[in-house]
């Protein structure tokens, strides 16, 4: 898979990361339930957060492993 279609998935997934924070932000301090309701979805927020955290490591050490393979040419 190359960079570009790895960056543009990466940009995704922190859109749907973005989004799903402020929905769960939204029905706590708008919605009609008490705050401890939400902790499945404030768990699922952070999961995905540390999910997309992983997907960016990994990524960054593609980056630099390509970056040194393109300097020993």
Do not use: W
Request: charged share 30%; with cysteine; proline share 0%.
């Amino acid at each position: 898979m190359g960079l570009e279609f790895k960056l543009e998935e990466m940009a995704h997934e922190a859109a749907v990361l973005r989004s799903t924070t402020l929905a769960v932000y939204e029905a706590i301090y708008n919605g009609g339930a008490d705050y401890e309701e939400f902790d499945d979805a404030l768990n699922a927020v952070f999961c995905m957060a540390h999910e997309h955290m992983e997907h960016m490591k990994s990524l960054s050490d593609e980056v630099h492993a390509f970056r040194k393979e393109a300097g020993n040419k």
